[in-house]
């Protein structure tokens, strides 16, 4: 790429300036300072260097000052990412769903899981959806649930089966002392 010339006014230069006196906000005083040194001159890939980055990312930080100078060029920007699958109709088929035990719906299961509810909302509601999907909507429901354990009934019979601990170990010191 040929170096995108960058012609600072003193104006500019005291605002870039003064966006370096906050070092707490990393990105945009590394994107400041990175504007002011390609306007001072120095080669693009020097400064990209310099702060550690790809000359891209100097390229698009210049770039977006010149269109547009001022602090808002260099501040961070979020993109919105892919759209959402998720629908209000999906929202009320899992929150149908979990009112009801998987067995009413055509599983055999006690307790619904992740994959039979992707299943079910896969089938139904025509949307293939990831497990970290489902989570998530199940945690802004509120929906919580735990692991079941096994508790094993407590065995009637357990005090005769098992001896006094200490008595056992007393009976077997009076052993070993009488051979």
Do not use: C
Request: proline letters at 8%; a positive charge.
């Amino acid at each position: 790429m040929a170096e995108i010339p960058l012609h600072l006014t003193a104006a500019q230069r005291r605002q870039l300036r003064k966006q370096l006196q906050h070092p707490d906000r990393a990105r945009p005083y590394r994107r400041a300072l990175a504007i002011l040194e390609v306007g001072g001159g120095r080669p693009i890939a020097a400064v990209a260097d310099l702060l550690g980055v790809t000359r891209q990312s100097v390229y698009n930080w210049v770039a977006a000052y010149g269109r547009s100078p001022g602090p808002q060029a260099l501040a961070d920007r979020y993109g919105v990412g892919r759209p959402s699958r998720w629908t209000e109709q999906l929202q009320a088929l899992l929150q149908a769903a979990v009112r009801l035990p998987p067995g009413d719906l055509g599983y055999v299961a006690m307790n619904w899981t992740v994959p039979l509810l992707r299943d079910y909302l896969g089938r139904v509601g025509g949307q293939q959806l990831s497990d970290d999907t489902i989570r998530r909507q199940l945690d802004r429901l509120g929906y919580v649930w735990k692991r079941f354990r096994y508790l094993l009934p407590a065995d009637p019979e357990r005090d005769k089966k098992t001896p006094d601990p200490l008595a056992a170990g007393a009976a077997a010191g009076r052993q070993r002392q009488a051979v």
